[in-house]
């Protein structure tokens, strides 16, 4: 898949509690979540970001809580794949599991800055930086996680077995 | 080559002979536990898969602690999903209203997970069971789905870090203190995606309420798992609890370790992981002048009797500073009529603390004692990230029991010494 969008650049250990604050937990109702994306990291995101942009985190993306209501907040706002140097392992799993496309790129962080537009190819696994021939390479996903994708998660794969 | 426990426990799960770190592996699982944040979306996952029946009965655990008692409509409504589905299915561990309890402290409590288990949870903090000699690992609500469908869940295999703790613990320094100073040490990734296995003399004699502390908080360096090998000590925790056969697993004597980390935790004060990250931690002789605003004593990391007690122990004919409001959150109903009966909660009450049903509200900035604006609280919580606790500009500050009591005395980040 070409992943093409706009990227929005966040640090190191963006936890699940400012991706979606437990204060608004008490809905799963996706349109609600995508309301509060990331609003603890950046109050304003959400009314500056248009569908098909990119998140790029640095280490531990997704650290904390298990929260689902994460990867389902960032997907239902619209942002086409998230691309960090390292995630946390319970979004690792979620965003697998529930079809949000995650990237691990160690480079591309350093290289990167907001507001850059990115074309991400996830079957060659390189990310290209707009307006430059400047190109990273994505680390290879396992098997059994493309097994994931190509089944359409987690539920589906098993319905399929 | 040997294996470590939980490479052992997670074998026991498969038709596996052999098993190694970075390995795919399906496992079944003893527990699967949803609460009623976690819950619903597994539950209309597991619907939307076409979901008849639960794979057994016993061995699913839905837990409504997170925002009740009910703070509002939605999360109302959340927790009347979960309960029908829960009468739907017959869910043999259904707690709620005054029988539920903070899930990580429950579940021990009535012996529904044991020494040897594979548990999973759609809660982070399902890796405090590991304080067992259980393999427990929190997980999403669509893992949760699926293993209350099929009684299966993927896992990769985590390498371990062993960390040999040794030397004695000073007054006033707990399993609290000793967590924090490894996720201070390590970071809130120095185990990503690994187990983090508790070892050594201090080990040996540490109670069961300040291991359960320890692995409650291995997610906060990003582990898979915390493990402590059974012994004792955790023998007579479970044996009047379990109402089914268990298993001790212990770690080969040449199993492989991708570290190995020794910590003298002689030398160790009472220590404080100040905003905005569980690995920014101080001892608290190094903590300065913060005033708070609040005191929370609770959680499933420090929500026990023995925290109770440390912290009546302490607040025991003196009072809350002017100013701040202390809030204690026994975590179980079990453990409220133990303080009840024990004259805990007099005690409290003489304090001018604010005795709150167990709920995890507090601490996740649910309901029942959220900061505004600029406030902040001590809590013997296990996070302080950004918004932890109510707003966005407000402060948490982690501690043990007998530090968030000594600084509700104080009205300032304190240790029990200065009293």
């Keep these: 898949m070409i992943f093409k969008g706009k990227v929005w650049k966040f640090g190191d250990n963006i936890d699940t509690d400012a991706i979606i604050p437990a204060r608004y937990l008490n809905t799963s109702d996706p349109r609600e979540l995508a309301k509060h994306c990331m609003e603890d990291a950046d109050p304003d995101f959400v009314t500056r970001m248009k569908p098909g942009d990119i998140i790029v985190g640095g280490e531990n993306f997704g650290c904390g809580s298990s929260r689902e209501h994460a990867p389902i907040a960032i997907k239902a706002a619209g942002i086409s794949c998230v691309v960090a140097k390292s995630f946390a392992r319970i979004f690792y799993r979620n965003a697998f599991n529930m079809g949000l496309p995650i990237f691990e790129s160690r480079e591309f962080f350093d290289a990167i800055t907001e507001g850059r537009e990115i074309t991400l190819d996830s079957i060659r696994g390189i990310i290209t930086i707009g307006g430059t021939d400047q190109k990273f390479p994505i680390s290879p996903i396992p098997p059994f996680m493309e097994q994931l994708i190509a089944d359409g998660g987690l539920m589906k794969h098993i319905a399929k077995k | ?419």
Aim: net charge negative; hydrophobic share 45%.
């Design chain 2, 1 to 419: 080559m040997g294996n470590t426990i939980t490479e052992k426990i997670l074998m026991a799960h498969t038709d596996l002979k052999e098993i190694a770190p970075g390995q795919l592996i399906n496992a079944h699982v003893d527990i699967a536990l949803g609460n009623d944040i976690t819950a619903p979306i597994a539950i209309s996952e597991f619907r939307a898969a076409g979901g008849k029946k639960v794979f057994d009965k016993d061995k699913v655990a839905l837990v409504l602690d997170h925002f009740t008692p009910n703070k509002d409509i939605n999360s109302a409504q959340q927790c009347k999903t979960v309960r029908e589905f829960a009468m739907e299915h017959g869910v043999t561990h259904f707690f709620e209203g005054g029988q539920v309890g903070v899930e990580h402290a429950l579940l021990p409590e009535k012996g529904i997970v044991l020494p040897g288990d594979l548990i999973i949870g759609a809660d982070s903090h399902t890796c405090t069971y590991g304080a067992l000699g259980a393999f427990a690992t929190g997980v999403g609500s669509t893992d949760l789905a699926a293993a209350m469908l099929t009684g299966e869940l993927w896992f990769k295999v985590p390498s371990s870090i062993k960390f040999v703790v040794y030397g004695k613990l000073a007054k006033w320094v707990s399993g609290k203190d000793l967590i924090l100073s490894v996720v201070g040490r390590i970071g809130v990734d120095g185990a990503l995606y690994q187990a983090m296995e508790f070892t050594g003399e201090t080990i040996s004699n540490l109670p069961m309420a300040d291991r359960l502390s320890m692995a409650n908080m291995a997610i906060e360096a990003g582990a898979k798992n915390g493990i402590f090998a059974p012994d004792a000590i955790t023998e007579e925790y479970v044996k009047p609890r379990a109402k089914r056969p268990y298993k001790f697993y212990a770690s080969d004597a040449d199993a492989v370790y991708a570290d190995v980390i020794e910590i003298d935790a002689s030398k160790l004060e009472p220590q404080v992981a100040f905003p905005h990250l569980p690995s920014n931690v101080k001892g608290v002789s190094q903590a300065g002048n913060v005033k708070i605003d609040q005191a929370l004593i609770g959680s499933c990391t420090n929500g026990r009797i023995e925290d109770l007690r440390i912290a009546a122990q302490i607040l025991k004919n003196r009072k809350a500073a002017p100013g701040v409001r202390l809030i204690v959150v026994p975590a179980t109903p079990f453990i409220y009529k133990q303080a009840l009966q024990e004259g805990l909660l007099e005690i409290f009450m003489d304090a001018e603390a604010v005795i709150s049903p167990p709920s995890c509200g507090a601490c996740l900035g649910g309901h029942l004692g959220i900061l505004a604006e600029g406030e902040k609280s001590v809590a013997t919580t296990n996070r302080n990230f950004v918004g932890r606790m109510g707003h966005p500009k407000s402060e948490v500050y982690l501690a043990s029991p007998a530090v968030a009591a000594a600084s509700a005395v104080l009205g300032r980040i304190a240790s029990p010494e200065e009293l």
